[in-house]
């Protein structure tokens, strides 16, 4: 990364998502935590392993966009999506705040699966025999971060509604403002929309994760579709120290 590119006197971006357009909300740190219950925002960061103070990886960042993505999400109670972060030192040097830009999370594009269509794998090699009721897996989104080397584990959605009990699920969903089936396509999760998920399973887990890919496959057997979730540590989306060498077009 090069230096920092600077917006004003004392404001530089230190996160800005591939697919930003300058839509959305504006929310800002210091605004945030001080709208909201200290105790609700504090057992909000240990539900997601996180906390406030320290020297560890899992002290909270507002600069790094996955604990804000999730944090934010429960804190709301709403899933949203972070596309851009602005750090602001127009504040003491002991209290910066963080200009956050969020956007629907079905603001994302989510490929159809539509047999005859070319679709890739991991690798980006062409899946063939696309059909209705099967086919291997195929990437239905993939993080710029990704990286395969760094990856910490990769779960199963199938396997996770075996690891937890229904109950826990539909209080996690809850808390996001979800519904396992019912109401409207806005309300209903899904395992293809990546901020959904991280949120999901970052709460389940007890763990801030950073899903950087989802593969989608569809078992011959029973002609369900399940999802192969690709999971990196929150650290390595961290922008601590970094700074893009980037416009914000707004």
Same mark, same amino acid.
């Given at each position: ?89 127009? @504040?003491? +040097? ?8 969020? !956007?629907?999370? /079905? =603001?994302?594009? $989510? ?29 239905? @989104?993939? +993080? ?8 910490? !584990?990769?779960? /199963? =959605?199938?396997? $996770? ?90």
């Amino acid at each position: 990364m090069e230096k920092a590119t600077y917006y004003s006197d004392k404001r530089h971006l230190v996160y800005k998502s591939p697919d930003f357009d300058g839509q959305g909300r504006i929310l800002l740190s210091d605004e945030v935590e001080c709208q909201y219950d200290r105790k609700k925002q504090n057992h909000i960061l240990r539900e997601i392993g996180l906390k406030r103070k320290g020297k560890t990886p899992e002290v909270f960042s507002w600069k790094n966009p996955v604990h804000v993505q999730t944090y934010l999400s429960l804190l709301m109670g709403e899933c949203i999506r972070v596309t851009a972060i602005i750090q602001d030192l127009n @504040y003491p +040097d002991s209290c910066p705040r963080c200009i956050i830009y969020i !956007a629907n999370p /079905y =603001s994302i594009s $989510i490929p159809e699966i539509i047999p005859g269509n070319e679709y890739v794998d991991l690798d980006g090699t062409t899946v063939t025999r696309i059909s209705s009721y099967y086919y291997k897996p195929i990437v239905i @989104y993939k +993080d710029p971060h990704f990286n395969k080397e760094q990856l910490v !584990a990769c779960f /199963y =959605s199938n396997g $996770i509604e075996y690891l937890y009990c229904s109950r826990k699920r539909e209080c996690v969903l809850k808390e996001l403002g979800l519904k396992s089936y019912g109401g409207s396509y806005t309300e209903r999760f899904s395992w293809d929309n990546p901020s959904h998920v991280q949120a999901y399973l970052s709460v389940l887990m007890g763990k801030c994760i950073f899903v950087t890919a989802i593969m989608k496959a569809c078992d011959y057997g029973d002609g369900y579709p399940y999802w192969m979730i690709y999971i990196q540590d929150a650290q390595d989306a961290d922008c601590d120290g970094e700074f893009f060498d980037d416009e914000l077009d707004e």
